[in-house]
C-alpha cells in the first residue's frame, strides 16, 4: 500500500519592528550586550522571543542572517589584544541557531513543547553604534507541526540599546530589554 505525504511550505518574509506577526509572533530586534570575552566589552546580538500560535510543533530550526555592513565592523583583535590570524566567518550568510544550554528549560526541545522560542545571535563588533548596521537582520524560522513544514522570515527593523538573556522563577528563558548596560 503506498502512501502519498504532502510536503506543503508556507514562506512570509514580515518586516518587523519589535513586533512579529504571523504563525509565530512576538518581538524580535537588535542590540547591545556584555560580554566578558570581547576585546571591547560588549557584542552586537540580534535577540527574539516568539510563540507559535499553531498546533503541536514537530521541529525548529532558526538561521540568521546579518546585513553585509555588519562584516566591516567586527573586532580585529583577539580577547588579549593580539591581531587575528584567521578571518571570522560571513556572518552575511545563512548561520544556524543553537541554544547553549543542553538539559533544563532553554533547551530548543523545552522551547518546542511549549511552542515559546527566545534567542539570541550576536556577533563580535566593534563599536556601540554596529547595531544600527544590523537593522535588516533576517530570522528564518523552518518548522514542522502535524501535516506540514513551512517557513517564516522575518526582517528585524528595531535597533534596542541593550538586552540580557536571564531567565525566569520557573527557568524558562527570557528577555530583559534594558536602556542601559
Not at 587575528?84 to 556572518?91: C, H, L, Q
Not at 566593534?126 to 517564516?152: F, H, V
Amino acid at each position: 500500500m503506498a502512501r502519498l505525504v504532502a510536503l506543503v511550505v508556507l514562506t512570509s518574509a514580515l518586516a518587523c519592528g519589535a513586533d512579529v506577526r504571523g504563525p509565530w509572533t512576538g518581538t524580535a530586534a537588535v542590540a547591545l550586550a556584555t560580554s566578558f570575552g570581547s576585546p571591547v566589552g560588549f557584542v552586537c546580538l540580534v535577540a527574539w522571543d516568539l510563540s507559535y500560535g499553531g498546533g503541536d510543533l514537530g521541529d525548529v530550526a532558526i538561521d540568521v542572517r546579518f546585513p553585509a555592513a555588519v562584516q566591516r565592523q567586527l573586532v580585529d583583535t583577539t580577547p588579549a589584544g593580539l591581531p587575528m590570524t584567521s578571518p571570522w566567518p560571513r556572518y552575511d550568510e545563512w548561520q544556524a541557531w543553537r541554544p547553549l544550554e543542553m538539559t533544563g528549560q532553554g533547551t530548543l526541545a523545552a522551547m518546542i513543547a511549549r511552542r515559546h522560542v527566545v534567542g539570541s545571535m550576536g556577533v563580535p563588533c566593534n563599536s556601540k553604534s554596529t547595531p544600527l548596521a544590523m537593522i535588516g537582520t533576517e530570522l528564518r524560522i523552518r518548522w514542522s507541526d502535524a501535516s506540514a513544514r513551512a517557513e517564516q522570515i522575518v526582517v528585524v527593523r528595531e535597533a534596542r540599546p541593550w538586552v540580557r538573556v536571564t531567565r525566569n522563577l520557573y527557568g524558562d528563558p527570557v528577555l530583559d530589554w534594558r536602556a542601559t548596560e
